[in-house]
């Protein structure tokens, strides 16, 4: 079948290419995505209803090429509705690790979570790093697999785990982060000075907020 121009904008051409996907060689495949992604940025309107459906599409009947391009674009709208098809084309092809990786991270779907602390837990070099600072972007209940992290039995999982949650540490986590520096405090020194820090600085805002707590709660004195 023909591939319309990249150049070729109207209405009907994003459904014509979504349809083009799962018909043409898997060579083509991945011409096609970039046609695709090509014709909606020339457009000036809202995103065509079928754009980010038939992306996530060429991520599950694509080829590895064109998985990779429809999963950075994918990320780049934050599509939630991708998570699992993202993380299923990570198990199927591991080159897309570390694409799908950064993506889920972009995207922060707390679902993509569990994915992510697999690939922490297994500490290989240039994919277990961006895990831990995808788990700390999505943030919520994805940061209590980058604290039970700072408790791992590889030194390069604890100080991924650490560098991630430095930024987004919040009062409760503190005692993870006074954990982490009584017991591997020489993983990194860098690293846990500026924990160290971070933690003083919790230490004071807690005590803020139980100061404030405590004479909010405080019953008021009666005048005469």
Not at 35 to 40: C, H, L, P
Not at 79 to 85: N, S
Not at 172 to 181: A, C, K, N, Q, R
Request: with cysteine; charged share 30%.
């Amino acid at each position: 079948m023909s591939i319309p121009s990249k150049h070729t904008t109207d209405c009907s051409t994003i459904p014509t290419l979504r349809f083009a996907v799962r018909r043409v060689k898997p060579k083509d495949q991945e011409d096609v995505v970039r046609t695709s992604i090509e014709a909606f940025r020339q457009m000036t309107s809202r995103v065509p209803p079928d754009y980010l459906p038939g992306l996530e599409e060429a991520v599950w009947f694509g080829s590895e090429e064109a998985k990779g391009v429809a999963i950075r674009e994918l990320a780049r709208f934050r599509y939630r509705g991708a998570v699992l098809t993202i993380i299923d084309a990570a198990y199927e092809f591991p080159a897309l690790g570390p694409i799908s990786v950064e993506a889920l991270g972009r995207i922060g779907d707390e679902r993509g979570r569990f994915f992510l602390e697999k690939v922490l837990n297994e500490g290989k070099p240039g994919v277990a790093e961006p895990a831990a600072i995808s788990l700390a972007q999505i943030g919520g209940r994805a940061l209590l697999p980058l604290k039970a992290a700072l408790r791992a039995d590889r030194r390069a999982v604890r100080v991924a785990a650490a560098r991630a949650l430095l930024p987004v540490a919040r009062v409760e986590d503190l005692s993870s982060l006074f954990e982490y520096l009584e017991a591997h405090a020489s993983d990194d020194p860098v690293t846990a000075e500026a924990l160290r820090q971070a933690a003083i600085m919790l230490e004071k805002q807690r005590q803020a907020q139980e100061a404030a707590a405590a004479a909010s709660s405080a019953p008021e004195e009666k005048t005469p």
